[in-house]
């Protein structure tokens, strides 16, 4: 592997934000025909790295070389020009424009110097074909689900793809069904010589994929090790710098399904967007988890409790009394609380700081004419940062300041601060590094053992099993299976996902 020729090579290379290093004298070397994966915690650098290699930052100092001569790309268009292209961590194409745009977009194929619209069109529907997308690629790419977006920035990346590809968690938002389809693309990709780096926090996905391995620390590298030979609890002690406790997989206590006891009751629910006849009934202390393909209808199930669609046939009820939320104020004020998918649209309100991105939904809550005193919003702030172990120097930040990872668990702060009856989460670990998964699936189990109730949907199904007291498979946008108690495995939910019947 080492006779490989290297493609690109950074070396020494440093960049500081108000003179705090986020990345620290690294050197790298990706080569070319390899999957190179670039691993490392919430807010370890991996992005600044890739930003600084692309031109979305200047190095402080530092040399990048690609195929051996100096360069240093001014934007990512220049890094684009010069061979590399990237799929930043956020989707960074334009919304209102279609998808086939957004594929050729800035090298739309022209002819006396006119776009060729229906060629644009015809070729990405080719494009998208190689990944099993068949979608109306003249529609805007804001009509369609996160992770859509996601593999058309993909596809694009891919296919400007010159000598290096380099992907920032790009199966975030992925179902085991692209991820394979993924894989396969980045393979051949590989076997044709081009260099990928690859961001993610699924270790599974190292394994499969990659063929060697670069740690970052606190902006420092580790090391770069070959995947075949760094066995998984060492990559791990190397990522956190210390042995991964490891957690007991202890299960929510089942409960026998007591009405009287019943927090929420979902009866014959059908919404707008498509859900049709879902049934479910989840008491105080239980962690019921959503499965299913994407598509299925888990995200759906999720705004429909939380007052995002409206409900066509059926009724809820919490802790007997009619539900019929028309808003996320009606869901929140009965004591609903959506933790949502995308967390970059969503979730995140860019000009405000960490501590008032955390304190938004309870300060709605109170009421803007009852503003929560500072002290108190200090306090709540610091005990948060503390229980979720969010890395931030300072509450007093831009929100846009803290690395992805950092910035999803004070989301999660912000709706636990408003002590719901039901917490409702979205893919609650997207994003989110080894070290701190661990400490979600745990505050998930502490929650239920508060007597909170938990509806969680998410597609790593090896989590859901981890926590949850039912599960509720989803095909269609119908409840398919509900598996309970000791019959929950992973097998029998990918059964009940996957089976013919
Ligand atoms: N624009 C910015 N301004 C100030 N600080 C920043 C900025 N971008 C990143 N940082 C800081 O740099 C450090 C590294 O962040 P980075 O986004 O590179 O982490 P990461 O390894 O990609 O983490 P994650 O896995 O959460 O995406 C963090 O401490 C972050 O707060
Ligand atoms: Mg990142």
């Known amino acids: 592997m080492s006779e490989r020729k290297t493609v690109l090579q950074l070396t020494g290379v440093c960049k500081r934000f108000k003179g705090v290093f986020a990345v620290n004298h690294v050197d790298l070397n990706v080569q070319e025909g390899e999957i190179h994966a670039l691993l490392g915690e919430n807010g370890a650098g991996k992005s600044t790295l890739i930003k600084v290699m692309t031109g979305v930052y200047s190095a402080d100092s530092g040399r990048i070389e690609l195929c051996g001569t100096a360069v240093s790309p001014q934007s990512p268009l220049d890094a684009q020009r010069h061979g590399i292209s990237t799929v930043y961590q956020e989707v960074n194409l334009l919304p209102n424009l279609s998808v086939a745009h957004n594929l050729y977009l800035g090298r739309e194929p022209r002819r006396f110097g006119c776009i060729q619209w229906r060629r644009l069109q015809k070729d990405a529907q080719a494009l998208l074909r190689q990944f099993d997308l068949n979608i109306d690629v003249s529609e805007s790419l804001s009509s369609y689900s996160i992770a859509i977006q996601q593999l058309v920035a993909i596809a694009r990346a891919v296919d400007c793809s010159a000598k290096v590809l380099i992907l920032d968690e790009p199966t975030a938002s992925l179902d085991a069904k692209e991820v394979v389809v993924l894989f396969r693309i980045l393979r051949s990709l590989r076997d044709k010589g081009v260099a990928i780096l ?196 300072d509450p007093e930040k831009p929100i846009g300041e803290l690395s992805g990872g950092n910035q999803q668990k004070v989301i999660l702060a912000r709706w636990l601060m408003t002590h719901p009856n039901v917490l409702v989460l979205d893919e609650p670990t997207r994003g989110i590094d080894i070290g701190a998964h661990a400490e979600i699936l745990q505050l998930i189990r502490q929650l239920c053992a508060e007597g909170m109730t938990l509806i969680v949907a998410s597609s790593e199904i090896e989590e859901l099993v981890a926590f949850s007291n039912k599960i509720l498979v989803l095909r269609d946008k119908q409840l398919h299976t509900v598996i309970e108690a000791d019959a929950i495995s992973e097998n029998a939910v990918l059964a009940a996902i996957a089976g013919s019947n």
């Open 198 to 393: 690859f961001v993610t926090h699924f270790l599974d996905q190292v394994y499969d994929l990659t063929d060697r391995i670069t740690v970052l620390r606190n902006g420092e590298k580790v090391g770069t090790f070959n995947t075949a030979e760094l066995p998984r609890p060492q990559l791990v002690a190397h990522m956190l710098g210390k042995e991964l406790q490891s957690i007991e997989a202890e299960k929510t206590a089942s409960r026998s399904d007591d009405t009287a006891n019943t927090t929420l009751q979902v009866e014959r629910l059908s919404t707008s967007q498509g859900l049709r006849d879902i049934n479910f009934r989840a008491q105080a202390g239980d962690a019921v988890g959503l499965a299913g393909l994407l598509g299925s209808g888990r995200s759906e199930v999720c705004a429909a409790l939380f007052g995002l669609a409206p409900l066509t046939e059926g009724q809820l009820s919490l802790r007997g009394n009619h539900y019929r939320p028309k808003s996320p104020a009606d869901a929140i004020a009965c004591g609903i609380a959506l933790c949502p998918e995308d967390r970059k649209i969503e979730g995140i309100v860019h000009p405000l700081s960490v501590r008032e991105n955390m304190i938004l939904a309870l300060q709605a809550k109170r009421g803007w004419w009852r503003p929560l005193p500072r002290h108190e919003q200090n306090q709540l702030a610091a005990d948060a940062t503390a229980r979720l172990r969010i890395v931030c120097s």
